[in-house]
């Protein structure tokens, strides 16, 4: 907890929204996108990059403008704003990686709905300024990316036998290699989600287990 302390607000930040309080194995949000898109690592990884960037640039947006936005319509602000950036991006999937775009399908524009966006918007862009915002949104994306990633290297790995569509386990292993079917389909993304908030949690529980006994002993030793 004492080093904890010693963060200035930016690294803070970054801790907070990689590990201790990370959108998909703490806070259970962006769920959704975790079924779809993570049984091909490219797709994910444009799609965490959408999100991340989506929920940056909202994020410092509707904090700049959160005096001038009145209560009753906060919410439909925070939409159009979200929407805003959302269509940019697609807009730019559609011009420069056309194929991709086709891949995700409406996937893209559902990044409007993304509990994520909304959740920094209300939790921290109401009362943070621009910048500040900017970067809690940036790393909540990153956080967000990191998991679904790790899911995806599974899930493409043992469905395909490949890694962003270069065949790894089916060139060594030629005919010896099956592909695991369930890991194509959206149910295998449960199971692994499940995996990684059990792994996260049991490890943070064993971090703070681990801190609390070597606060004791520093205090001990004081005495």
């Not at 302390?5 to 703490?26: A, T, Y």
């Not at 500040?132 to 990316?145: A, E, K, P, Q, V």
């Amino acid at each position: 907890m004492s080093a904890a302390k010693k963060r200035g607000p930016v690294s803070e930040i970054l801790v907070q929204n990689l590990w201790w309080n990370n959108p998909i194995f703490i806070q259970v949000l962006g769920i959704c996108s975790t079924l779809a898109v993570t049984n091909n690592l490219t797709n994910t990884a444009i799609m965490t990059i959408g999100v991340s960037l989506t929920t940056a640039f909202s994020s410092m947006s509707l904090s700049a403008m959160n005096k001038l936005i009145p209560n009753k319509v906060r919410m439909i602000v925070q939409v159009l704003v979200i929407s805003f950036f959302v269509i940019i991006i697609d807009i730019v999937l559609r011009a420069y990686l056309p194929d991709i775009s086709r891949s995700l399908g409406p996937y893209v524009g559902l990044i409007i709905t993304n509990c994520i966006i909304m959740g920094r918007a209300e939790g921290f862009a109401r009362s943070n300024p621009p910048l500040l915002s900017f970067w809690d949104g940036l790393t909540s994306g990153f956080g967000y990316m990191a998991v679904l990633m790790l899911i995806a290297v599974v899930r493409e790995l043992l469905g395909f036998g490949s890694l962003f569509g270069i065949p790894l386990l089916s060139a060594l292993l030629g005919d010896a290699f099956t592909p695991w079917t369930i890991m194509i389909m959206a149910p295998s993304a449960f199971f692994l989600v499940a995996l990684v908030m059990w792994g996260a949690k049991t490890l943070q529980e064993n971090m703070k287990i681990a801190a609390k006994t070597a606060a004791q002993t520093t205090q001990g030793g004081a005495k």
